[in-house]
């Protein structure tokens, strides 16, 4: 049985530009590619509240890019979620509030 194919049609093109200038951006800055390598989680979490804020205080564009806040706030959410649902980024997870696994009654005995 095949998978069904994802309707990607249904994302914004013109978020998906947003975040590919975003990473454009970063590639030429530091690398391309580069938050593969991984980074702890509350840098990168801290970067998107910045980005937020700023957007929320009514400040549209980031100062050094001049793109929008919101794009570079996207730009994080897709690390993190790339980091957590990816094996081996565990060594970044530095989150100070993180709610333990609950205890399975098996593992009581």
């Not at 696994?101 to 005995?109: A, G």
Request: charged content about 20%; glycine content about 8%.
């Amino acid at each position: 049985m095949t998978e069904p194919k994802l309707p990607i049609q249904l994302i914004s093109p013109l978020f998906l530009e947003g975040l590919a200038t975003v990473l454009q951006y970063g590639a030429n800055k530091y690398a391309s590619n580069n938050w593969l390598r991984g980074m702890s989680y509350t840098t990168v979490f801290g970067g998107v509240m910045r980005h937020l804020w700023a957007w929320f205080r009514g400040e549209t564009y980031d100062p050094e890019t001049k793109l929008n806040h919101l794009y570079h706030a996207a730009c994080g959410l897709m690390f993190l979620a790339h980091y957590a649902e990816t094996e081996g980024y565990g060594m970044f997870d530095d989150r100070v509030f993180k709610i333990p696994e609950p205890v399975k009654e098996e593992d009581l005995v």
